[in-house]
């Protein structure tokens, strides 16, 4: 079960960074989501790894299913995708209070581009208890148009 909050930020959070990746992130479905990632190392280490995740509809909470995949299966199923670009994702991860905060500038340069966060919780007690601080901006856990799914459906498949 993932459980996570999300918030619309404008500028980056002035903590020291944990890690920095960059991400690639295709879809293979909308309905259900099933997506693949290629994360690749920003801070010096060189490595990458890829992932293939699945997830079913929910705002808060919702249920997910991820398998990593070798470099040659990520290239196959990216052929899948039917040549969109990949959402390209410049993302550090922090520690707000013991939590993960997670923080991504999505397609810079680009007129979509768009900034975001998340924190990831281990129970739903927790993530309704969590208080954020104002310099998070508007949170968008309830929004049905604030998903990535739907940024690639607009932004990639036109529609």
């Given at each position: 079960m993932e459980i996570e909050r999300k918030w619309?930020?404008?500028?980056?959070?002035?903590l020291?960074?944990?890690?920095?990746?960059?991400?690639?992130?295709s879809y293979l479905s909308l309905e259900p989501e099933v997506r693949i990632?290629?994360?690749?190392?920003?801070?010096?280490?060189?490595?990458?790894?890829?992932?293939?995740?699945?997830?079913?509809?929910?705002?808060?909470a919702r249920e997910e299913i991820i398998k990593p995949l070798s470099a040659e299966e990520y290239e196959i199923l990216l052929r899948m995708t039917g040549g969109c670009a990949p959402i390209v994702k410049d993302h550090r991860t922090y520690d707000y209070?013991?939590?993960?905060?997670?923080?991504?500038?999505?397609?810079?340069?680009?007129?979509?581009?768009?900034?975001?966060?998340?924190?990831?919780?281990?129970?739903?007690?927790?993530?309704?208890?969590f208080e954020p601080p104002a310099w998070f901006g508007t949170e968008t856990t309830e929004e049905q148009g604030f998903r990535m799914k739907g940024y690639w459906k607009q932004t990639r498949l036109g529609k």
């Open positions: 619309h930020m404008q500028g980056e959070p002035k020291p960074p944990l890690s920095h990746a960059r991400i690639s992130q990632r290629k994360y690749e190392d920003l801070m010096g280490g060189g490595w990458a790894t890829y992932d293939l995740t699945i997830k079913s509809e929910g705002t808060l209070h013991g939590y993960e905060l997670e923080y991504s500038t999505v397609d810079a340069g680009m007129d979509s581009s768009f900034t975001y966060a998340e924190v990831e919780f281990p129970s739903l007690e927790a993530a309704r208890a």
